[in-house]
């Protein structure tokens, strides 16, 4: 039977041998397709990523009214896969590393970025949940603002105790408790507030 097991056993080698030369193929094409995702997203990332070094350094400078910053790539053979060093300085103090920056200059800085990417590729929704409790009163207002000149674009949900950015919303949502374990949302559109209340204070 050697001739028949001969045959059987060169038919299975073929078999397995046309396998193996497509998944070679397969893995040559795989490696090819990885090279040119690879080479257009080092492309459009270093075409975003300085457009967006560019905005944040407008709208750090903005948002502290005064004073430089900056996006950093740490060296990597691969900047797609290198550490970003973030580098500002408020007015009146030296170039430094975020990490020396007081808690309300980090809250602000990182609110920069956060504008820097929005401005990049606006988005027509956004919820911000307590993005400047950290901030003091002077500089909860510059956001406050900055916000609202943002918000001709995109549309904000913004969670808050802050008085300076609430007194520039179009809407205010709160809840209350009139009786005990029930609670109660309330909503005021705030320009109808201000029109309702100027005759009163006219009057007065």
């Known amino acids: 039977d050697a001739i028949e097991q001969c045959t059987e056993i060169y038919t299975s080698y ?11 193929k397969a893995e040559e094409d795989l490696v090819n397709i990885i090279k040119e995702l690879s080479a257009e997203m ?7 990523f300085e457009q967006i070094r560019v905005n944040f350094t407008k709208i750090f400078h903005e948002l502290f009214d005064g004073g430089t910053a900056d996006l950093v790539l740490l060296e990597n053979e691969n900047p797609l896969e290198a550490g970003i060093d973030i580098v500002a300085q408020p007015p009146q103090k030296k170039l430094q590393s975020i990490s020396l920056l007081s808690g309300g200059e980090r809250a602000l800085t990182a609110i920069a970025i956060l504008f820097a990417i929005l401005r990049l590729k606006p ?31 995109t549309q904000f949900i913004v969670i808050t105790h802050r008085k300076p950015t ?39």
Do not use: W
Not at 14 to 24: C, K, P, T
Not at 42 to 48: I, K, S, Y
């Open 166 to 204: 609430m007194e520039l919303a179009d809407n205010l949502y709160g809840v209350t408790m009139e009786e005990k374990g029930v609670s109660k949302i309330v909503s005021v559109k705030l320009s109808d507030a201000i029109r309702a209340a100027q005759p009163a204070t006219a009057a007065v």
């Open 14 to 24: 073929h078999e397995l041998d046309l396998q193996r030369e497509d998944l070679v």
């Open 42 to 48: 080092l492309t459009r990332f270093t075409e975003q």
């Open 123 to 153: 988005m027509p929704f956004c919820v911000l949940d307590e993005i400047e409790a950290a901030l003091d009163d002077a500089n909860a207002g510059r956001f406050a603002k900055y916000l609202r000149r943002f918000s001709e674009g």
